[in-house]
């Protein structure tokens, strides 16, 4: 495993084989999950969050990060929430996590009580502009008063990897232009996968989504941090250096006691 955790730190490494996640192999995996929960330690440090009984990680796929949050929490009550009803299954049975299924249409999706911690990486990066007021809607909702919303963008850093051709994220040459553009001139675009309606890539720029949260009821933006890396390539920002990571705080209570 790729930049071990703490000695008291004991992280599950029991992969599913149904993990796509795992195909790009062990280091390049484990090393996300380690950087998501680096990301939440730093906006807890910030937001003054020194206690998490309850957590939901959505989506949980197969427990790339899951596993992580249940290592350096291992009194919370941690839920996983994912369309794919085996990633959950797998989750509830290999790192005691409440199974929750989650659905197409957002505004379906049953979750019980509040959260301390919410985690959506690397979904909003996948939807087009209305899903993100559904799914904003949903886990303001569901944040408890002193606890903290913390949710992954592409911005700047994917948008100039897109220019240069230095990836296309999936998308077809006409779908990059098309993004890049929209990207451009709103603040905000969005492309499908071919044939995967309602699901591709999604650029939004830092204003855009300060004002998106801004126009949520419930959410107050606390802390935003870019996507970046240096020489010679340490990750400096964001989840992992590559995507940009927001953190939000309910409306109800203060960003620092």
């Not at 084989?17 to 998501?36: E, I, K, L, T, V």
């Not at 290999?94 to 505004?107: E, I, N």
């Not at 959260?115 to 809607?137: E, K």
């Not at 296309?168 to 071919?194: C, H, I, K, R």
Request: aromatic share 10%; glycine share 8%.
């Amino acid at each position: 495993m790729s930049g071990p955790l703490e000695s008291n730190r004991q992280v599950v490494e029991e992969i599913s084989p149904r993990d796509a996640m795992y195909r790009s192999g062990p280091d390049y995996y484990f090393f996300w999950g380690a950087q998501a929960l680096a990301t939440i330690e730093r906006f807890m440090a910030l937001a003054n969050l020194s206690q998490l009984r309850t957590i939901l990680d959505f989506p949980s796929g197969h427990g790339r990060v899951l596993r992580f949050l249940r290592a350096a929490f291992p009194d919370a009550v941690i839920t996983a929430c994912d369309i794919d009803r085996d990633a959950v299954d797998f989750c509830a049975r290999t790192f005691d996590a409440r199974p929750t299924y989650s659905t197409a249409d957002l505004t379906s999706v049953v979750l019980n009580g509040t959260y301390d911690l919410i985690w959506c990486g690397s979904l909003l990066t996948h939807m087009h502009a209305s899903q993100w007021d559904q799914l904003l809607r949903l886990f303001s909702g569901h944040l408890s008063e002193s606890g903290m919303l913390v949710f992954t963008t592409h911005s700047r850093t994917n948008a100039n990897k897109l220019r240069s051709k230095q990836t296309n994220l999936g998308l077809s040459d006409w779908a990059v232009g098309a993004v890049l553009s929209d990207y451009d001139e709103f603040g905000f675009g969005f492309q499908n996968f071919s044939g995967r309606e309602g699901y591709g890539i999604s650029l939004s720029s830092v204003s855009w989504v300060c004002s998106k949260i801004d126009r949520t009821g419930g959410l107050r933006l606390a802390a935003y941090q870019e996507g970046a890396r240096i020489p010679p390539q340490e990750p400096v920002g964001g989840w992992g250096g590559m995507q940009d990571a927001v953190a939000c705080v309910s409306t109800h209570r203060d960003i620092v006691s």
